[in-house]
Antibody, heavy 117, light 106 residues
Framework: QVQLVQSGAEVKKPGASVKVSCKAS????????FHWVRQAPGQGLEWMGI????????TYAQKFQGRLTMTWDTSTSTVTMELSSLRSEDTAVYYC??????????WGQGTLVTVSS | DIQLTQSPSFLSASVGDRVTITCRAS??????LAWYQQKPGKAPKLLIY???TLQSGVPSRFSGSGSGTEFTLTISSLQPEDSATYYC?????????FGQGTRLEI
């Protein structure tokens, strides 16, 4: 079945960078784009950006421009999200999701990133 | 950016009840609106896309409708497992945005 498995929880200091990976299985990796979404503790969902794993084109939310980088690796069917210059407000669960024409499905299990000094 | 406002923010209902959650957009948009269900500690799950198309495997008691600036999610006969937070999402334009969520307590 289609599955997205994300890397494990991270604890980072302010100013550092974090990488979260998302490994896809159960379908042809390059056939669908990927989104990244985050959710701060007790808060709603915030879209971060999208990557096309065939060619690597990206679109980032303006809020994250300059701090966010999405990459892909076809050989391992993995997309990676890197967020730099971390601050406490970046503490959140980060999700990858497969992008359909007009839906996100499935989602990865989520990766908690904690930013604390 | 298209802002989505859900109402109510919290809803308490009983098993068997029919409930409706509304999602209002800050401007007119296409039919590219989706609904997700999220349970505590879990990733969101797609319920409905393109306003009214039921995702495979989702019970038929869930339905969606709407157009323009007002969209609704209806659960026709609540079950205990429907206790969750529900989010609407617009995919009409970038940035993709979500409503603030509606917590449904059974």
């Amino acid at each position: 079945q289609v599955q997205l498995v994300q890397s494990g929880a991270e604890v980072k200091k302010p100013g550092a960078s974090v990488k979260v990976s998302c490994k896809a299985s159960g379908y042809t990796f390059t056939s669908f784009y990927f989104h990244w979404v985050r959710q701060a503790p007790g808060q709603g969902l915030e879209w971060m950006g999208i990557i096309n794993p065939e060619g690597g084109s990206t679109t980032y939310a303006q809020k994250f421009q300059g701090r966010l980088t999405m990459t892909w690796d076809t050989s391992t069917s993995t997309v990676t999200m890197e967020l730099s210059s971390l601050r406490s407000e970046d503490t959140a669960v980060y999700y990858c999701a497969r992008a359909g024409m007009n839906w996100f499905d499935p989602w990865g299990q989520g990766t908690l990133v904690t930013v604390s000094s | 950016d298209i802002q989505l406002t859900q109402s109510p923010s919290f809803l308490s209902a009983s098993v068997g009840d029919r409930v409706t959650i509304t999602c209002r957009a800050s401007q007119g948009m296409s039919s590219y609106l989706a609904w997700y269900q999220q349970k505590p500690g879990k990733a969101p799950k797609l319920l409905i896309y393109v306003t009214s198309t039921l995702q495979s495997g989702v019970p038929s008691r869930f339905s969606g409708s709407g157009s323009g600036t007002e969209f609704t999610l209806t659960i026709s006969s609540l079950q205990p497992e429907d206790s969750a937070t529900y989010y609407c999402q617009q995919l009409s334009t970038y940035p993709i945005t979500f409503g603030q969520g509606t917590r449904l307590e059974i």
